[in-house]
Structures are given as structure tokens and as C-alpha cells.
Antibody
Framework: QVQLQESGPGLVKPSETLSLTCTVSGYSISSGYYWGWIRQPPGQGLEWIGS???????YQNTSLKSRVTISVDTSKNQFSLKLSSVTAADTAVYYC???????????WGQGTLVTVSS | IQLTQSPSFLSASVGDRVTITCRAS??????LAWYQQEPGKAPKLLIYAASTLQSGVPSRFSGSGSGTEFTLTISSLQPEDFATYYC?????????FGGGTKVEI
């Protein structure tokens, strides 16, 4: 059974960089599938941030322009999200997830709330 | 690709048949998934490829459609089904979600 767990600071100051890590258990990231990040502002809907194939380059939501960096550490079976120059609009619950080979989300982490405030 | 769900809110009773619609701004074949999200929890995959039930999901949930119009049907609403439902297209990047349908008592 694949399990994902997000970790990182719950409070980030405006203009700084949000950094989150997703730790995967029950499956090796390097073995396959896509992995990614989704966020959900309080009381709002879901927004895809970006995804990557285990051996490929990440795809990112162009709405976030060049603020997003997704990286992988296969030795720790983790992948990470960095979102730079954050504003209050980036306050959200951030989820990491496993995607199927056809790109729907079949396993989700529990989510972590990140608040952007001074 | 924009996904428009209707209705945004739905009031129903236990035992009711409920139908939620998701319309895509362009054709997406059958590359559509449905998720259920309970308050404070992560979304849960219900259906993928428009009509394929995810393992472990009760058979009262069903999906249909292709192209630009899709539906999620709950044949007999149960107390644990009161939640928010989202559709998601995986035909092309960027992956997008519908705005959600909240099913209330």
C-alpha cells in the first residue's frame, strides 16, 4: 500500500520560499509512475501545481510561472516542492500524490496547511 | 481545459439518487476522474477513465460520459456520502479540476 506524508514549515513569510517534502512508503519512486503536488486554498477548490515521471523532467502549472521547483531524492524515497516569492494567495493545504500512468491521482498524502503571513 | 461542475451545491436526503455533471471546455475523450473529499481530509479517487470504479469504492457510485459531458451518479445516497465531489481531466497538461459540488443534507 502506497503511503505519502508531507512535511515542512506551516508558516512562511511573504516574499520567502515555501519548501515541502513528501516522503513515500510502500513503493519506490524510482520504480515508476508519476508523482506530484496539488494545493487547495482554504474553502476553495483544487489546483495542480506540478508532476514528474520517475525518470523525467517535471511538468509545472504555468499559472505559477517560474516560481515552482520540484526535485527528487530517490535515496530517501522523497520528492520536494519549492515555491518562491510567496504571497498570501499561496496560503493553502498542500498535498503530495501519486499519479497513475495516465495522470489521475490515485494516492494522496493527508495534506499540510501552509500559511503565508508576516 | 476548463471543467465546469453543476450544481455547485446540492441538498439531498439519505436514499436519494444524485447526479453531478462535469462539462469540459473541449473534448477530453474519457480522460476524466472523480474524487470525493470529506471535510479536513484529502480527496479520494472514486472513478477514473470516466466510468471505471476504483477498487474498494461502493457500487452505488457510477460514472458516464465522454467528450465534453460527464456525470457522476450516486444511486442511493448514504450518510457517509455527504461530501464535496471534484472532477479532474487528464487529457492534457495542465491537469485541471472542476470547481466542486458540495452534497449537503
Amino acid at each position: 500500500q502506497v503511503q505519502l506524508q508531507e512535511s515542512g514549515p506551516g508558516l512562511v513569510k511573504p516574499s520567502e520560499t515555501l519548501s515541502l517534502t513528501c516522503t513515500v512508503s510502500g513503493y519506490s519512486i524510482s520504480s515508476g509512475y508519476y508523482w506530484g503536488w496539488i494545493r487547495q486554498p482554504p474553502g476553495q477548490g483544487l489546483e495542480w501545481i506540478g508532476s514528474f515521471y520517475h525518470s523525467g523532467s517535471p511538468y509545472q502549472n504555468t499559472s505559477l510561472k517560474s516560481r515552482v521547483t520540484i526535485s527528487v531524492d530517490t535515496s530517501k524515497n522523497q520528492f520536494s516542492l519549492k515555491l518562491s516569492s510567496v504571497t498570501a494567495a499561496d496560503t493553502a493545504v498542500y498535498y503530495c500524490a501519486k499519479l497513475s500512468l495516465t495522470l489521475y491521482f490515485d494516492y494522496w498524502g493527508q495534506g499540510t496547511l501552509v500559511t503565508v503571513s508576516s | 481545459i476548463q471543467l465546469t461542475q453543476s450544481p455547485s451545491f446540492l441538498s439531498a436526503s439519505v436514499g436519494d439518487r444524485v447526479t453531478i455533471t462535469c462539462r469540459a471546455s473541449q473534448g477530453i475523450s474519457s480522460y476524466l476522474a472523480w474524487y470525493q473529499q470529506e471535510p479536513g481530509k484529502a480527496p479520494k479517487l472514486l472513478i477514473y477513465a470516466a466510468s471505471t470504479l476504483q477498487s474498494g469504492v461502493p457500487s452505488r457510485f457510477s460514472g458516464s460520459g465522454s467528450g465534453t459531458e460527464f456525470t457522476l451518479t450516486i444511486s442511493s445516497l448514504q450518510p457517509e456520502d455527504f461530501a464535496t465531489y471534484y472532477c479532474q481531466q487528464f487529457n492534457s497538461y495542465p491537469l485541471t479540476f472542476g470547481g466542486g459540488t458540495k452534497v449537503e443534507i
